[in-house]
């Protein structure tokens, strides 16, 4: 196995031991960005900073390098969170939005640790329903701000979801050229919905 296709398999299923409250990641230390560098900031930093985003992210892009159609998928899927957002933003809720978001972490990594190519418009259903989930929950940091680092926000979110989604599907496509041994990518998966499942428990469990 080559070792730096493993060190990211272990390097994803390392990150469920270290999992973070799916609520406490904000750039701005939970006040609202007033500005367009902050809205920018925040828009660019905040699914990253959240491990249940970026699992989440990544989990899409390996699923999607399965595809032909690969990029056409991960783009849907940030589309579908950008509507997320743009619903919570409308003033709809969502009761147990983090709960849901965490069950759909669970739901990607069980969808990368099986390795089963899933139909490319089964793919499409379930990257847009997780990116709606996802896209709701993002969409909390920056409700009620003013117009411009409103935009700034979305306009920073729509790059690092791409960036991160087309660059993990890339790299699951690379590493599968490299090699047939799909143990790295099913470690991430396992990776995955270990973050997942501690985000659940983290929510179910106050003070976990």
């Known amino acids: 196995m080559n070792s730096g296709i493993g060190r990211f398999g272990l390097a994803m299923a390392a990150l469920a031991v270290t999992a973070g409250p799916a609520s406490a ?5 939970g006040r609202m960005a007033a500005t367009f560098g902050e809205g920018l ?14 699992a989440a992210v990544v989990a899409v892009g390996c699923l999607a390098a ?11 899927y940030v589309v579908a ?4 957002v743009a619903v ?3 003033g709809a809720t969502l009761p147990g939005s983090e709960i849901l978001v965490a069950l759909s972490v669970i739901a ?16 499409l259903a379930l990257f847009a329903a997780v990116g709606i989930l996802h896209g709701y929950a993002l969409g909390e940091s920056i ?3 003013e117009r411009t ?22 790299f699951a496509r690379m590493m599968w050229r490299r090699s047939d041994d799909h143990t790295p990518l099913r470690l991430a998966g396992a990776g995955i919905a270990g973050i997942g499942l501690a985000i659940l428990v983290q929510q179910i469990v106050p003070g976990v």
């Open 149 to 170: 680092p409103l935009y700034a926000y979305l306009l920073g979110l729509a790059v690092i979801q791409s960036v991160v989604v087309l660059g993990a599907m890339y």
């Open 108 to 123: 990607l990594g069980v969808a990368l640790l099986r390795q089963r190519q899933m139909a490319a418009g089964a793919a």
């Open 41 to 54: 900031l925040s828009g660019l930093a905040h699914p990253i900073i959240g491990l249940d985003h970026f």
């Open 143 to 145: 409700y009620g701000a």
């Open 88 to 90: 919570h933003l409308q």
């Open 66 to 76: 399965a595809h032909i159609a690969g990029v056409r998928l991960a783009v849907g």
């Open 81 to 84: 969170m950008m509507v997320g």
């Open 25 to 29: 990641h904000h750039v701005m230390g």
